[in-house]
């Protein structure tokens, strides 16, 4: 059983979310680069340095959830069952996430907004791109793990490579569904449909190897 954070943990984790519940909101409304962290500090009525404190980054304050992704991904290989491929964990892994409408792979009305401010600001996009290299290097150590291989196994790298790349794919092709049909059901349907097809070819690519 977890311990229960304590009182100074949990005073920082409300700061936190009262940060970051401001930023967003300004971020929606105006765009990220038009929104100044003194602005931030306004609206969640703490300092600058408080900001900075739990955002080293403005741009963290829009990807706030950039880390609980990676842990989840890290959980989904680290307790698969053994008699499931570590491909497929990472495919159900998608459909779970989707049954239990996690906000990293939700399409409606709300994501649209974040898409696009993403779209309108360098910076994000930017960050963006880094953060999907980053996952790809996360998932990459995970496979290698599980798999009991060094983590520079040239074979984690490529199908790590592989599924952020089917996964980003999925996200886009299922946010554009939306746009267009304003269809939330219609749009996960393509996300999860995109992610299956992607994975037979991944397991493909990688047969021989014990990822797939």
Request: charged letters at 30%.
């Amino acid at each position: 059983m977890s311990t229960p954070p304590d009182r100074r943990s949990r005073k920082r984790l409300v700061t936190r979310q009262s940060i970051s519940d401001a930023a967003t909101r300004l971020f929606l409304e105006r765009g990220f680069d038009r929104v100044t962290v003194d602005e931030i500090a306004a609206a969640a009525d703490v300092g600058r340095m408080t900001v900075f404190n739990h955002f080293p980054r403005k741009e963290d304050m829009f990807f706030d959830r950039d880390e609980e992704g990676r842990e989840v991904l890290r959980n989904a290989l680290r307790q698969r069952d053994a008699r499931v491929t570590p491909i497929e964990t990472l495919r159900l892994l998608a459909h779970r996430l989707v049954a239990e409408q996690r906000p990293y792979v939700e399409f409606s009305a709300l994501s649209q907004g974040f898409v696009q401010t993403i779209a309108g600001s360098e910076t994000l996009k930017a960050r963006a791109r880094a953060i999907r290299d980053e996952l790809a290097q996360v998932v990459a150590l995970a496979l290698s793990e599980c798999a009991g291989r060094e983590a520079a196994d040239p074979d984690a790298h490529l199908a790590a490579g592989l599924l952020l790349a089917i996964w980003s794919v999925a996200f886009l092709q299922a946010h554009q569904t939306f746009r267009e049909r304003q269809d939330t059901a219609a749009a996960k349907a393509v996300f999860l449909a995109l992610v299956d097809k992607g994975s037979i070819a991944l397991k493909a690519a990688m047969a021989g190897t014990p990822y797939a």
